[in-house]
C-alpha cells in the first residue's frame, strides 16, 4: 500500500495532515518504519538479575519477552508461539525453567529454541525455523532496549549522551528502584501525545500545580542527535522558599526538571525532589489509541510519602494531558483541520514531525519524498 504521497508529507510550521493521525493505514507503517526499526524502551534490569526471570511488554505491535538466560545472558524474544501464534507468556514479569505456551503447550527454551512440541515430528522439531525469534537488545543505566533491526545503529550513541546527564542531575541511576508503573489508555494518536510532551507552551494554560512548581521561564530544550533531545527547567523560586516536596533542603541540582525523549515514543523525567526518575514508554493499540505505561524509579533511600508524593504529582499533569491529548484526536478526526500552525516555540514539535516524515518516506514501498524540506 502506498500512502507516502509528495502532497502528504512535512511542511516546515505545520503538522502532519491529520489523516497520518486517524486513519489506520498510517499506524501500520508507522509501525514497520518506526517502532520496528528503532531502540525502545522496554524495562528494568532490576527485575532480571537471576536466570529465568522475565519481563514481557510490547514494541509497538510486537509482544515481546526479556530473560536472564541459565548461561547468564540477557536475551530479547518474540513472544508470539511459532505453532499457531498464542502469545506464549502472559504474564509482567516472573521467573520461569522454560516457556510453555498455554495453548497446545509447545515449550521453549530460555534462549528461545524450541524444547518440546507434543505429537511434532523430531525433523520439524529441530527445525531452527521454529525457535522464538530473537531481537537485540542494549541497556542504558538501569533501563533495557530492544531493536528489532538488525541495521539499526548501536544504542551506545544514546548511552553516551544520556548518561552523564544522569550525573549532571544527581540521580543515583545505578541504585534506582521501580516501586511502581502506572497503565494510562488513552483515545489519542501516539503522535498526539508525543507532541504534547514536546512543548510546554500549554503548561501554564492546562497545568497549574505544574506551573506553581517550575519555572516555565527557564523552561529549554536542547537537540542531542535525531533521536535524544532533553529539557530542563528549575523550580520556582517561591517553592525552593516554601520547601515544596521538601526542595528547599535539596542540593541545586536536585531542585531542576529534567525531561528525554527518545524517538518520541520513549521519555523519562527527573522531578524536583527526593531521588526519582520516571519512564513513559507509548505503545499504540490502534490509530486513535495507545496505552503510555509509566514506570516510577527511586534512589532506594526514598520515603513511602515521597514515592506516593511524586507519583501522584505525575499522575495528576499526566490526567491533564490526557483530557487535551483525546480532545485534539476528536478534532483531528472532525474533517475540518488538514494541518495545524505551530508557533515559534514549537520547534521540538516541527522537528519530531519532519523526524516521523523522513522514516515514513525512507523506503522503496513509496518514491522518496522530502528530501530539501527535511534539511534544518
Ligand atoms: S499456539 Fe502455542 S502451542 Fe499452539
Ligand atoms: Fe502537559
Known amino acids: 500500500v502506498t500512502v507516502v504521497a509528495a502532497e502528504s508529507g512535512y511542511k516546515p510550521g505545520w503538522t502532519l495532515p491529520a489523516a497520518w493521525y486517524t486513519e489506520p493505514e498510517w499506524l501500520h507503517v508507522e509501525d514497520n518504519r518506526i517502532f520496528e526499526r528503532s531502540w525502545q524502551y522496554v524495562g528494568w534490569l532490576g527485575n532480571l538479575t537471576t536466570p529465568g526471570s522475565f519481563l514481557t511488554t510490547t514494541v509497538g505491535r510486537m509482544p515481546v519477552v526479556v530473560v536472564h538466560g541459565n548461561d547468564g545472558e540477557l536475551r530479547a524474544l518474540v513472544n508470539v508461539c511459532r505453532h499457531r501464534g498464542s502469545v506464549v507468556v502472559p504474564e509482567a514479569c516472573g521467573s520461569r525453567k522454560t516457556f510453555q505456551c498455554r495453548y497446545h503447550a509447545w515449550t521453549y527454551n530460555l534462549d528461545g529454541t524450541l524444547r518440546k512440541a507434543p505429537r511434532l515430528g523430531d525433523d520439524a522439531r529441530s527445525d531452527q525455523g521454529l525457535a522464538l525469534e530473537r531481537l537485540r537488545l542494549e541497556t542504558v543505566g538501569p533501563f533495557a532496549f530492544v531493536c528489532a533491526d538488525a541495521e539499526a545503529e548501536s544504542l551506545s550513541t544514546l548511552a553516551a549522551e544520556w548518561l552523564p546527564l544522569l550525573e549532571e542531575s544527581g540521580l543515583e541511576y545505578d541504585n534506582l528502584v521501580l516501586r511502581e508503573s502506572r ?192 534539511t534544518l
Open 183 to 374: 497503565t494510562y489508555d488513552v483515545k489519542a494518536n501516539w503522535k498526539v501525545l508525543a507532541e504534547n510532551f514536546l512543548e510546554c507552551y500549554h503548561c501554564p494554560v492546562s497545568h497549574h500545580g505544574f506551573s506553581r512548581l517550575i519555572d516555565l521561564d527557564t523552561y529549554a530544550g536542547h537537540v542531542h542527535s535525531d533521536v535524544f533531545w532533553h529539557f530542563r527547567s528549575t523550580a520556582r523560586a517561591a517553592a525552593v522558599e516554601t520547601n515544596t516536596a521538601g526542595i528547599g533542603d535539596l542540593p541545586r541540582e536536585r531542585r531542576d526538571l529534567w525531561n528525554f525523549v527518545v524517538w518520541g515514543s520513549f521519555m523519562a523525567n527527573i522531578y524536583p525532589g527526593a531521588g526519582n526518575i520516571s519512564t513513559n514508554r507509548l505503545i499504540p493499540l490502534a490509530v486513535d489509541r495507545t496505552l503510555a505505561i509509566y514506570d516510577f524509579y527511586f534512589e532506594p533511600s526514598a520515603t513511602d510519602e515521597q514515592v506516593c508524593e511524586n507519583i501522584e504529582f505525575i499522575d495528576t499533569v499526566q490526567q491533564e494531558d490526557i483530557a487535551l491529548c483525546e480532545s485534539v484526536q476528536r478534532g483531528l478526526r472532525s474533517g475540518r483541520l488538514d494541518r495545524g500552525r505551530f508557533v515559534d516555540t514549537e520547534v521540538f514539535l516541527d522537528r519530531f514531525v519532519r523526524e516521523v516524515a523522513r522514516h515514513m518516506a525512507d523506503d522503496d514501498l513509496a518514491a522518496p519524498v522530502l528530501p530539501e524540506a527535511l
